[in-house]
């Protein structure tokens, strides 16, 4: 009887180990290869973000308009404050009557009128964070100003009354220009984001904080 183990290939036949031919080897090293390249792109994409979001807060993400730690906190603090006030308001339905919804307009324009003055005693030591804070409550009450006239005409025009935001420059929406502040600053007044105060909304629901802007 011929032994089993000792039979010669046949001419022209592949090599075979344990049931796996050359091909799916090929296959499965493909398939290793290509999930540890995956594995590797995911390591270095979530350190880039934490290398950013160090850089943001330190040394290296300075900017000569940046606040020192102690204002900012003072800043942050008032946003939070206000976004607070406000959300306690009571709520105004997008179809609410006129009058409600003017006051409610007006209700929120005092709240980030205090959450202005709040910060107008500030008094960094350097000039340029100086002269960056102030033009950044100046756009603040600018946004307000609009605002106020909103509701203004709608009592006087009711639902013929339009919200105009001012401009920065040329067609530049306002708000654009003041959470550029907000990025100069790090992550440190997050909370003062126009997104998260809803300075731009007056109208219907209001959602504010991280949740509005994210």
Not at 21 to 37: N, Q
Not at 162 to 188: C, H, S, Y
Request: proline letters at 5%; one cysteine or more; aromatic letters at 4%.
């Amino acid at each position: 009887m011929p032994d089993r183990n000792n039979v010669a290939a046949e001419p022209g036949a592949t090599a075979r180990t344990n049931g796996i031919g050359p091909h799916t080897a090929s296959v499965d090293h493909k398939r290793v290869r290509r999930r540890k390249i995956i594995i590797a792109a995911s390591i270095l994409f979530v350190a880039a973000w934490v290398i950013a979001l160090i850089y943001s807060v330190t040394a290296g993400g300075r900017s000569p308009e940046r606040l020192n730690n102690e204002d900012a906190a003072v800043a942050e603090q008032a946003c939070k404050l206000a976004q607070t006030a406000m959300n306690a308001l009571p709520a105004v339905g997008l179809h609410a009557p006129i009058e409600a919804r003017s006051k409610r307009v007006s209700s929120e324009d005092a709240i980030l009128t205090t959450m202005i003055n709040q910060m107008r005693t500030l008094r960094p030591e350097s000039e340029a964070p100086k002269v960056a804070l102030n033009a950044w409550l100046d756009d603040w009450e600018k946004l307000v100003v609009a605002r106020q006239h909103y509701a203004s005409d709608l009592l006087t025009k009711g639902v013929n009354a339009r919200f105009v935001e001012p401009a920065a420059v040329g067609i530049q929406p306002i708000a654009d220009k003041m959470n550029d502040w907000i990025l100069e600053q790090g992550t440190r007044t997050d909370s003062c984001n126009t997104g998260r105060l809803q300075a731009e909304v007056v109208e219907g629901p209001r959602i504010y904080g991280k949740e509005s802007n994210s």
